[in-house]
């Protein structure tokens, strides 16, 4: 069964330190989303690409983080630096097209910042 | 903003009984709902949806879920409760506008199902 496949599954970094997430979706999902999940919360929508444009990266804090989908396939999520409150796991997922089908997520990235 | 409330933090049930774990949504227009089940430093996984059509919908798992609009709930239940079924569990609505498509998730809810 096809996979949303995700690295590193954990990563621990020192804050103000760059880090940086991998994401391969499912093969022919053309919308990928990113989503933060803090301990205890459900995920909040970062950015979602509909091939390799962004369509919603209203809520992606834009001074530290950046994603980028250049060939409409893989996609990476950078924050740039980290601080403390962006310990969190980070979900991606993904769609085979934009309004028909439920999202399939991938197992995560836990992200812990010391 | 479209939303979805589920307001029990925690719900705790004897294996072999039924279940329920509900959830209330908030949206203009028709809603989509779905519900996802997450496990210990695992993704979601997806259980089911509502889009249109007749208001139980069965999913993965041995789970369903009833869709109420006089009462905005979408509880998801399932008749007979497994050790295995303990886990955390989201009720989520998709939120369309123009061509960015989004789900808006509750803050979860705790299934602990004993022996």
Known sequence: EAEVAQSPRYKITEKSQAVAFWCDPISGHATLYWYRQILGQGPELLVQFQDESVVDDSQLPKDRFSAERLKGVDSTLKIQPAELGDSAMYLCASRPTLFNTEAFFG???RLTVV | AQSVAQPEDQVNVAEGNPLTVKCTYSVSGNPYLFWYVQYPNRGLQFL??????????????GFEA????????????????????SALYFCAVREDTGTASKLTFGTGTRLQVTL
């Open chain 2, 48 to 61: 089911l949806k509502y889009i249109t059509g007749d208001n139980l919908v069965k999913g993965s798992y």
């Open chain 2, 66 to 85: 009833e869709f109420n609009k006089s009462q905005t709930s979408f509880h998801l239940k399932k008749p007979s409760a497994l050790v295995s079924d």
């Open chain 1, 107 to 109: 197992q995560g990235t």
